[in-house]
């Protein structure tokens, strides 16, 4: 009668330590991940040939502000952060940026778009997404990027090109 009292304890208590297991609250990296806006560089001259860009420095708002990307080497895409706290994102794209400011050129960028911010679960929050976007250029005298096209006007993940930006 024992053994029987004993391997019923046992049973029960396996089936309560099952019943009180919860899941463990791991995140998933790849869907708890604020979308970068991609874009890509083409040829003015070629729409659909890419062109690669070299010295390109991305900063907010003013060549005095916060630095956003920089990359010395070329590339035909990059990916950066839209702001996730307003609707706006105005970024000055400074093509050969170096201490010489006569070689130095830069273009403003503003992106305006419409945040929904989407709840994952408990252990990755909230994740933001984007639609509407838009982009206007500020011309100037010397603009070195001479058109642009949206490809996308949601922006949810990082698989395809968002924008593509002709000079």
Known sequence: MKQVKLVCFLILGAILLTIGCT????????????????????????????KSVTGLTVRKNDIDSTLVFSITE??????????????ITELLFILNDDDDDETTNGDRLNFTYQREEIYLNRACGFKT???????????????????????????????????????
């Open 23 to 50: 899941r463990d609250d791991i995140c998933d990296p790849a869907l708890a991940v604020t979308p970068l806006l991609i874009i890509t560089f083409k040829d003015n001259a070629n729409i659909t040939q890419a």
């Open 74 to 87: 070329a590339t035909d895409s990059i990916a950066i952060p839209l702001d996730t706290e307003t609707d």
């Open 129 to 167: 997404t984007y639609s509407e976007f838009d982009t206007e250029l500020e011309e100037d005298t010397d603009n070195w990027i001479t058109s642009f096209q949206i490809l996308q006007t949601t922006i949810t993940d990082e698989i395809e090109a968002h924008l593509s930006i002709r000079f």
